[in-house]
T-cell receptor, first 118, second 108 residues
């Protein structure tokens, strides 16, 4: 079963509105979650690393005021796309980092959110 | 140069064939590696983790060559359902580096 839940799976909104996407780790606590964006037929692009209790780390070229990230608990990170425009239409995927007892760490992905801005 | 590089393919193989993908990485400090598969318009799903020299799971075998800095994925007896994009991922502490993926098409 899914270990990371992402909601909503699909959003269609008007230009100028804000969209909030939630990412939850279901069976484990995740101090670190990641937000990716993927355009059609392209690879995953890391947008930001979300750290519980501290500010997110954004990748170069990603506007932090445009893509607000909040990681308020060990099981929940949210991404808010503010004032969305058609060029923000994409597939947004979150992942949560799971660390095993032997310090091995694996990323588990949410099912993704397909955002269409009209 | 990208941290992780893969041949984008596509690899077109008949059912039952054996196919292998390679992935090279540039950061010798990378600690662990993973193969994910991603179906069209879906999220990546973990296929295998590679921490030491290699790992085998059924028809899938992953090998790691630290001296040459590459990871391979071997799929035996290909099924139609193996058609997907295979992502190679390297991990160095809190950073995960994704390859752009190798597309596999298994044909009847």
């Amino acid at each position: 079963g899914a270990v990371v839940s992402q909601h909503p799976s699909r959003v269609i909104c008007k230009s100028g509105t804000s969209v909030k996407i939630e990412c939850r780790s279901l069976d484990f606590q995740a101090t670190t979650m990641f937000w990716y964006r993927q355009f059609p037929k392209q690879s995953l692009m890391l947008m930001a690393t979300s750290n519980e209790g501290s500010k997110a780390t954004y990748e170069q070229g990603v506007e932090k005021d445009k893509f607000l990230i909040n990681h308020a608990s060990l099981t929940l990170s949210t991404l808010t796309v503010t004032s969305a425009h058609p060029e923000d239409s994409s597939f947004y995927i979150c992942s949560a980092r799971w660390i095993s007892g032997s310090s091995k760490n694996i990323q588990y992905f949410g099912a993704g959110t397909r955002l269409s801005v009209l | 140069r990208k941290e992780v590089e893969q041949d984008p393919g596509p690899f077109n193989v008949p059912e039952g064939a054996t196919v292998a993908f390679n992935c090279t990485y540039s950061n010798s400090a990378s600690q662990s590696f993973f193969w994910y598969r991603q179906d069209c318009r879906k999220e990546p799903k973990l296929l295998m983790s590679v921490y030491s020299s290699g790992n085998e799971d059924g028809r899938f075998t992953a090998q790691l060559n630290r001296a040459s800095q590459y990871i391979s994925l071997l799929i035996r007896d290909s099924k139609l359902s193996d058609s997907a994009t295979y992502l190679c991922v390297g991990n160095n502490f809190n950073k995960f580096y994704f390859g752009s993926g190798t597309k596999l098409n298994v044909k009847p």
